[in-house]
T-cell receptor, first 113, second 114 residues
């Protein structure tokens, strides 16, 4: 299966709750990135975490990376209805470094007002 | 504009026809990528251009697909003899140097092959 697999595939929460999405990957990476996509169009970069980093914050976003388990998580705190979107992790694998990102199939997050 | 632009936004074509999709990357970005996204799926890598280097075409699904990047800027993705399974959103992205960096995406071209 594909490098970069998110779970859950779909997540529905109430406004104000926290949302956690997970990503697993298979090969060694240089970095891992999270993107957001609204309405099946262009993706927006959220955060990049390098292989030597364990945690990173950006506003209401918190990303962790565990290279021993080949996994990452994205936490959105105090969610808002506007956070409703698909979230993708993408890896820059060392074996293909400099040529591509490999995207997972995404988590569809729905935040109910 | 300052972002990545793509045209057309939507394209409906008949099976067997050729289509051309255009991408204008952010000025000064040396790396350009094409991805394909089928309904409800993740992004499938198609091709990568980096400066004057030979492009990485390893993601192109068949020889009906080709892409060019002229003058290190604008790129055109061509699909010949389109098939219904080519229907998808085609996304272009650019980054300053390469894949290890943030990629900036265009809005995509939604292709429907009837």
């Amino acid at each position: 299966s594909q490098q970069g697999e998110e779970d859950p595939q779909a997540l529905s929460i109430q406004e104000g709750e926290n949302a956690t999405m997970n990503c697993s990957y298979k090969t060694s990476i240089n970095n891992l990135q999270w993107y957001r996509q609204n309405s099946g169009r262009g993706l927006v970069h959220l955060i990049l975490i390098r292989s030597n980093e364990r945690e990173k914050h950006s506003g209401r976003l918190r990303v962790t990376l565990d290279t021993s388990k080949k996994s990452s998580s994205l936490l959105i705190t105090a969610s808002r209805a506007a956070d409703t979107a698909s979230y993708f992790c993408a890896t820059d694998a060392r074996e293909t470094s400099g040529s591509r990102l490999t995207f997972g199939e995404g988590t569809q997050l729905t935040v109910n007002p | 504009g300052a972002g990545v632009s793509q045209s057309p936004s939507n394209k409906v074509t008949e099976k067997g026809k050729d289509v051309e999709l255009r991408c204008d990357p952010i000025s000064g970005h040396t790396a350009l990528y094409w991805y394909r996204q089928s309904l409800g799926q993740g992004l499938e890598f198609l091709i990568y251009f980096q400066g004057n280097s030979a492009p990485d075409k390893s993601g192109l699904p068949s020889d009906r697909f080709s892409a060019e990047r002229t003058g290190g800027s604008v790129s055109t993705l061509t699909i010949q003899r389109t098939q219904q399974e080519d229907s998808a959103v085609y996304l272009c992205a650019s980054s300053l140097w390469g894949a290890g960096e943030t990629q900036y995406f265009g809005p995509g071209t939604r292709l429907l092959v009837l």
